[in-house]
């Protein structure tokens, strides 16, 4: 049964993307503030910019996988949230990938740190496991343009794709 969620969720989703109509930047809406982050303004969002994403977390604790047009995976974890997530004053944009083996292990510290000093968008770090990782924090204490989070979203993907070339490979 689950396996059949999971698959009407993956159809549903490329369905959904293959009809959306590419990303405007000059779209009227992408100057709307969006007083908080929440689940429906940040996938109205995700929609925009052509990406798929599923609900994880809790209600208290919101979170998305998500699957950008790149096909590039990662997750948004919502921060400082009330009225059990309806209301987040922060998301935190992560990427994780597999620890490399052999010579790029021993190469992924110094290669991170040059990623980093190259390239001040997100954060590359080493997770306490050796698992490389990628993050973008952003904060909505005052509202958040849509336009805005789309690219910084759009970004991220982009700056996940170099992690991967740069760093990982």
Do not use: H, K
């Not at 921060?79 to 922060?90: P, T, V």
């Amino acid at each position: 049964m689950r396996l059949v969620a999971s698959l009407a969720f993956a159809c549903a989703a490329a369905s959904a993307a293959a009809q959306a109509p590419p990303w405007n930047p000059a779209a009227p809406e992408n100057r709307q503030v969006l007083p908080a982050f929440n689940y429906a303004s940040v996938e109205s969002v995700l929609t925009q910019i052509g990406a798929r994403f599923e609900r994880r977390g809790t209600a208290d604790r919101p979170a998305l996988n998500i699957i950008f047009p790149s096909n590039r995976r990662a997750a948004i974890v919502f921060g400082n949230c009330e009225r059990q997530g309806a209301a987040c004053r922060a998301i935190s944009i992560q990427a994780i990938w597999a620890r490399p083996a052999g010579a790029a292990a021993a190469r992924l510290p110094q290669s991170i740190q040059a990623f980093n000093q190259r390239y001040a968008f997100s954060r590359a770090y080493l997770l306490a496991d050796g698992r490389p990782a990628l993050q973008r924090y952003l904060t909505a204490d005052y509202g958040f343009i849509r336009g805005n989070l789309a690219v910084n979203l759009l970004v991220f993907a982009n700056q996940s794709e170099r992690f991967a070339a740069e760093v990982l490979r």
